[in-house]
């Protein structure tokens, strides 16, 4: 869940910059869980009150995630070296998002593996002293 609110709260609308593998692809898993959760329960609410509109909410949902969604795919596809818009590319970008990064810094950032990295594990956590 620390890696889908980095992308939602701390990357909203970054665009630059590199998304390791797992950053991209555990947003994707709890963006889908929540979206279709969100599609069955409401789902089921509206057959129960018999209104349709209440389905509007996933809309909403999907709409306010839509920018961090292309950020994290675009920062995604600089952690392989290229650029953002090889997302439009369907099954080329699927390769891309499950191919291993670019060890060490790239035209467009360091590298978010190295020990020097310690983004997501300070997220959520204070420090005790």
Known sequence: MKWYLKVVRDNYANFNGRARRKEYWMFILFHMIFTYGGLIVLGLIAAALDSPFILF??????????????????????DVGKSGWYMLIPIYSFILAITEGEKGTNQYGPDPKSADNEEINTIGTTEIE
């Open 57 to 78: 909410i996933v809309h909403i949902y999907l709409f306010a995630v839509l920018i961090p969604t292309i950020a994290v795919a675009v920062r995604r596809m600089h």
